[in-house]
């Protein structure tokens, strides 16, 4: 049986490395497969895999990328993801892409998608404009709209139409997955001895960079392993993280924020990957039910926007639900949403009288002891209060 | 060093005093009378919206204010009294590195809402008409949090085609959202929409937006009649607050006349105009003057910019059209203004302007707050110069934190760019007359 620990021991340092060479070996190994590359955070990926495709995790350059050429393209204040993503294709790491997409999720990411248009016109480049209005009954007429013309592009990309059928077999699919994954960050929210948050990262983001029908196995038999467990718990105390949406931390980091002594019961790392709090369905208009999924049964995030709910009211619900004392904004440097959103979240939680911690991070940082140093400060005067 | 050709700033003779500027300062006045009023004795609803392909059409059909809080906090940096609200905000846990327009806007809307030129009403309707800009949505949605006014999402689809074009699909969807924003507006005043008034007023807004893109065509005249950056931004405010308006038409039919005479005139807003530039990125509104004399001295004039398309790009034919209302409001938002068209499609529009407005050089100025403008500039300079072989010059500050700009850093720049660029032409008419000889 294949254990967590194997798992880690096999695909951390890679991750470590460049992530992305993992799904570049697997397109070593099956030269006639198209792969499209998702930018954070949410993309419909059941689309590009009905398209007989696989989807690729664009999510950074890590902290081993040197920034050599993006720099002068991308001013100073702007968030590292944006840079090392040009870097890495500038360098011709994503030369095994056949396409990417990026989306709405904020003005640089937007001016992203141009840039690549420019800089690289062998490759598929397309832009999804989510919608932004979640109360208009009209918005999913508009976003079924948009799949299509989405579907569209990937059809002329790989020269043969996407029936429904392909497309609810991807969904189910799919589904399956974000099932397992659900059930992956149910454990840590409940017994978050048995799986700590760098595991949980790994198998998941080792997803991002494979087929569904590879990563599937690999869920199934690590949570087999997970379920057996019974650690004992530690005496740490009990958080939800948030603000890492796009950018990712250093594995590292987030290895640095447990071991000073908290348990993460839930964060919202990689969230594009596990979008949804229920199957979509499977019957019916495939690209009707992936909008509607879109509009109705999509986790929180802060660049959806939605209006119909107070901006922290997810938060302070998460950390209510979970039981957690406390929570951890983690936001990426320079990200304007997750930036703006603290304000909104340092309000609300002081109101409600939990208390925070708010820590910048660069995907690209190497020394963790300030952040440690802070993160243990929080922890000590928690427990000791 | 100072260039021998080059004036001192007092000398040049920056900008331009006619009917056009007091008249401005009246029709602007009288709007902001009216705004303070709303805040003070509750006479009329405000709308807070902002710049970027404005629906201003809707807001004045119900005879509501539009209040575009990106005005006001570019007008407190321009009466340099921004920081103190940037530094609250900052105190309330919004980033260094969070737009500085809405730090001041939010400092202003939690400390009392008073500003030298008027006091800002509290809004009806927090109508974010999402035109590009993601931080809109951002500062609209945290304006929501601090009062009672209702939000919408007015979303409009970004131009993601190839063909630079919106669908049918994108049409029906920002009609449909229109049809509820006039269904709010009807309860929030308890009338129903007066559509003949409605086509009036689009019919005013198309005439205003004419006149307007003659304006700027005017600039393609050698010498240029009027500075396209620092002088359009005089006429910008008008055309987002009063267009639609018989006060905004006036103002612009002023100001096509007076910019028509100086054509005549052969006069322009420099003694002399010895580089035509185009100009990319908004301005640095606490140091507008300095930033406007750094180019004056070396007779430089912008003759055409994109930060004065922010809120409508008239000048490429568009027009809005009275017998389709929705519609042509819904196209002016989707694909006539800047900041909804993608990046590329800005790097089309400023070799157009290059090109048609026969510009010797491109200036970007990259501001911070404003990530939607600058982010990426670097390679629309790489483009232009690499690309095209045109000079271009790529400096930084902040449209709205005055911590932001360096005079001594700036004018270094830009008086390197400008003395190579006169040896260069010097060089050329050299070559050239060389040729001949």
């Given amino acids: 049986m294949t254990t967590v620990e194997s798992i880690l021991s096999r695909y951390r340092e890679p991750l470590e490395n460049f992530p992305l060479e993992l799904a570049a070996d697997w397109k070593k190994r099956h030269a006639d497969k198209k792969l499209v590359g998702c930018y954070p955070v949410y993309h419909p990926v059941d689309l590009i895999h009905a398209a007989g495709m696989v989807p690729?995790?664009?999510?950074?350059?890590?902290?081993?990328?040197?920034i050599a050429h993006a720099d002068s393209r991308f001013q100073s204040f702007v968030c590292s993801i944006v840079k090392s993503t040009l870097e890495l294709g500038l360098t011709g790491r994503l030369d095994f892409l056949d396409g990417i997409v990026f989306h709405s999720i904020c003005d640089p990411a937007r001016n992203l998608g141009s840039v690549f248009k420019r800089n690289f016109p062998k490759l598929m480049v397309d832009y999804i404009h989510f919608p932004q209005n979640m109360t208009s009954p009209y918005t999913i007429d508009y976003l079924a709209s948009e799949y299509l013309r989405l579907k569209t592009s990937y059809e002329a990309l790989t020269g043969r139409p996407i029936k429904d059928d392909d497309l609810r077999r991807s969904i189910a699919l799919f589904n399956e997955q974000r099932r397992l994954l659900r059930e992956l960050y149910a454990i840590r929210a409940e017994q978050p001895e048995n799986l700590s948050t760098v595991e949980s990262y790994v198998l998941l983001r080792i997803g991002t960079l494979m087929p569904p029908e590879e990563h599937i196995p690999i869920l199934k038999e690590a949570l087999a392993d997970i379920r057996a467990r019974k650690e004992k718990p530690k005496d740490r105390i009990k958080v939800v993280l948030e603000g890492s949406f796009c950018e990712q931390p250093p594995l590292e980091l987030i290895e640095s924020l447990e071991a000073a002594g908290c348990y993460i019961l839930d964060d919202d790392f990689l969230l594009g990957w596990r979008w949804f709090l229920e199957d979509i369905a499977t019957d019916g208009d495939p690209l009707r039910n992936l909008a509607n999924g879109y509009l109705r049964q999509s986790?929180?995030?802060?660049?959806?926007?939605?209006?119909?709910?107070?901006?922290?009211?997810?938060?302070?619900?998460?950390?209510?639900?979970?039981?957690?004392?406390a929570a951890l904004i983690l936001s990426a440097k320079f990200c304007e949403p997750a930036l703006f959103d603290y304000a909104l979240y340092k309000r609300a939680l002081e109101k409600e009288g939990i208390p925070h911690l708010f820590l910048e991070f660069e995907e690209k940082m190497w020394i963790f002891d300030k952040a440690r140093t802070e993160i243990e400060t929080f922890v000590e005067s928690m427990l000791f209060d | 060093?100072?260039?021998?050709?080059?004036?001192?700033?007092?000398?040049?003779?920056?900008?331009?005093?006619?009917?056009?500027?007091?008249?401005?300062?009246?029709?602007?006045?009288?709007?902001?009378?009216?705004?303070?009023?709303?805040a003070e004795q509750g006479d009329g609803k405000a709308v807070f919206m902002l710049i970027?392909?404005?629906?201003?059409?809707l807001v004045h059909a119900f005879d509501m204010i539009p209040v575009y809080p990106e005005i006001d906090a570019l007008q407190l940096a321009v009466k340099k009294a921004a920081l103190p609200f940037i530094q609250k905000a900052e105190e309330l846990g919004y980033s260094m590195d969070n737009c500085a327009y809405v730090k001041a806007d939010v400092g202003l809307f939690l400390g009392g809402r008073k500003t030298p030129f008027a006091t800002i009403p509290l809004p009806s309707l927090i109508l974010c008409n999402y035109v590009g800009c993601n931080v809109y949505l951002q500062w609209f949605e945290h304006l929501a949090e601090y009062c009672d006014g209702k939000i919408y999402n007015l979303d409009i689809p970004f131009m993601r085609d190839p063909s630079g074009k919106p669908s049918p699909e994108d049409i029906a969807?920002?009609?449909?959202?229109l049809e509820e924003v006039i269904a709010i507006c009807e309860e929030l005043t308890g009338k129903k929409l007066d559509w003949d008034k409605l086509k009036r007023i689009v019919a005013l807004s198309g005439e205003t937006g004419e006149l307007w893109a003659k304006i700027k065509s005017l600039t393609k005249h050698i010498p240029s009649p009027f500075d396209n950056y620092f002088d359009s931004v005089t006429m910008m405010a008008p055309l987002y607050c009063l267009r639609g308006t018989e006060d905004g038409l006036k103002f612009f039919q002023t100001a096509l006349r007076e910019m028509e005479e100086k054509v005549q005139m052969g006069s322009g807003p420099l003694p002399e105009e010895r580089f035509r530039f185009v100009i990319e990125g908004p301005p640095p509104w606490p140091y507008l003057r300095t930033f406007r004399d750094l180019f004056a001295k070396w007779g430089a004039v912008a003759v055409a910019s994109t930060y004065s398309t922010v809120g409508g790009l008239w000048e490429f034919g568009f027009k809005h059209d009275p017998n389709r209302p929705l519609e042509s409001i819904a196209e002016h938002m989707l694909q006539w203004n800047v900041t909804n068209r993608n990046f590329l499609q800005r790097y089309e529009q400023i070799r157009r302007y290059i090109q048609e407005w026969s510009a010797d050089a491109l200036v970007i100025h990259s501001v911070k707050s404003c990530r939607l403008f600058s982010a990426g500039q670097g390679d629309m300079r790489e483009y232009f110069t690499k690309e095209l072989g045109i000079p271009t010059l790529l400096i930084e500050s902040d449209l709205e934190d005055p911590r932001y700009f360096s005079e001594a850093q700036i004018k270094n720049r830009i008086d390197a760019f400008f003395e190579s660029l006169e040896h260069r032409k010097l060089t050329h008419k050299t070559q050239a007359a060389g040729a001949t000889l």
């Fill in chain 2, 1 to 38: 060093m100072e260039p021998p050709m080059a004036q001192t700033a007092d000398t040049a003779k920056t900008s331009y005093q006619g009917q056009m500027h007091l008249l401005q300062k009246e029709i602007m006045g009288r709007y902001f009378e009216r705004v303070t009023r709303a």
């Fill in chain 1, 299 to 325: 986790v929180y995030s802060g660049v959806k926007h939605d209006t119909r709910e107070p901006k922290a009211k997810h938060l302070i619900d998460k950390v209510r639900e979970t039981g957690a004392a």
């Fill in chain 2, 52 to 57: 970027s392909g404005n629906p201003v059409e």
């Fill in chain 2, 173 to 177: 969807y920002v009609v449909h959202q």
């Fill in chain 1, 56 to 66: 690729v995790g664009v999510i950074g350059g890590g902290n081993r990328l040197e």
